[in-house]
């Protein structure tokens, strides 16, 4: 995940002088990749991680002089040289990093609370930044998956934009800088993607790490069970959501969508074969059954499996016991989120502005 969720969260209702600082270009390897962001929070604080360490302090030390100057700047850091005298202080990355830092004043923030609403109401946005000579931003533009627009944008928003948005959300999007010739300038592309959710069905004792390892590597998690004894907050207090109730209860309570993924786990024969007779077919990002293919195939009646139920559930890295397991199915989200996209793209019929 690129960190934006919980940097949102904080941003939302603050008034400190913050500073967004955000990879924009990597050439050869390094720890975190375009579109990645922290925040520097004017206390001192910061929230998400930009690289292992290398960069968070000599950026603290920069972010100050941006808050006082308020303009946007572009910090470039080789971390090629394995020599201890140079910048890479011997972290021998291999790559170069440009970090872009911005400061966020109510305009800024304003904008950034917009794009938390349309996140959290499952809408993906793309945001478009237009960089001058010294990679200062001059303009930047959110636009949504409904093509609602909002930002700071100066004249037409040229209909070349638009085409590359449309190219965007039709692919598993690349983050970085492309030069626009209408603009004659360079710009930054970075898609945000609503916060992916994970739907446990089962709250016995080995959902407990599957649930805060999902909650730690940045999933929306929310665990549902018809035993009130076990779903409760103090066994799940990393989960956003709790829901009692039996599975026919449940279901019709969910909206489900493309972004989803599904463990089902209860360790309850017929539970197990009411939920995934429910869920088959649903369109969903990822659908697993913990237990063997035999167990599973005995849910479904006998029948063949279908390619979309992921049976056994996580990665083939021969887990035993629910911490492994836990890390081998988050490990497999993780993997479906990075290489698969959702069937999200619509028609697009862009206003009287093109």
């Known amino acids: 995940m690129d960190g934006i969720h919980e940097i949102l969260d904080a941003i939302v209702g603050s008034a400190n002088d913050d500073v967004l600082a955000t990879i924009i270009r990597v050439e050869g390897s390094a720890y975190r990749k375009e579109g990645t962001s922290t925040l520097f929070r004017g206390d ?12 968070e302090t000599d950026l603290s030390f920069r972010v100050q002089e941006v808050i006082n100057q308020r303009k946007t700047n572009t910090v470039v850091y080789d971390l090629r040289d394995e020599d201890d005298l140079s910048w890479g202080q011997g972290a021998g990355c291999n790559g170069v990093i440009s970090v872009l830092l911005e400061p966020i004043d109510a305009c800024f923030r304003e904008h950034l609370c917009k794009l938390k609403f349309h996140l959290d109401n499952g809408n993906r946005v793309t945001v478009i930044k237009k960089l001058a000579k010294d990679n200062s931003v001059t303009d930047y533009l959110f636009i949504t998956d409904h093509q609602q627009l909002f930002g700071k944008w100066h004249g037409r928003v040229p209909l070349q934009i638009k085409r590359l948005v449309n190219d965007i959300h039709q692919k598993i999007p690349k983050s970085g800088i492309s030069y626009l010739p209408e603009l004659s300038a360079d ?24 649930v805060n390892m999902a909650a730690q590597a940045g999933f929306s998690v929310l665990v549902s069970d018809w035993r009130s004894a076990l ?15 039996f599975p026919n209860e449940v279901m019709p309570m969910l909206t489900l969508s493309s972004l989803d993924s599904v463990i089902i786990l209860t360790h309850h024969f017929q539970k197990d074969r009411e939920l995934l007779h429910l869920l088959k077919g649903k369109n969903l990002r990822y659908l697993g059954v913990l237990g ?15 390619p979309e139920i992921k049976s056994p559930v996580g990665l083939p890295i021969r887990a035993e016991g629910p911490e492994e397991i836990a890390v081998s199915i988050v490990a497999e989200l993780i993997q479906r989120q990075r290489t698969e996209r959702p069937e999200m793209v619509m028609e697009r019929s862009w206003s009287s502005n093109d």
Request: with cysteine; aromatic share 8%; net charge negative.
């Open 292 to 306: 063997s293919k035999d167990r599973t195939q005995r849910l479904l009646d006998g029948q063949e499996i279908p």
């Open 187 to 210: 710009i930054f592309i970075h898609c945000f993607e609503p916060k992916p959710r994970l739907i446990v069905f089962g709250a016995g004792r080995d959902a407990i790490p599957l």
């Open 231 to 245: 779903c409760k907050e103090e066994y799940f207090s990393e989960a956003n959501q709790l829901i009692v109730g």
């Open 44 to 55: 001192g604080t910061q929230i998400g991680l930009l690289s292992a360490g290398c960069l």
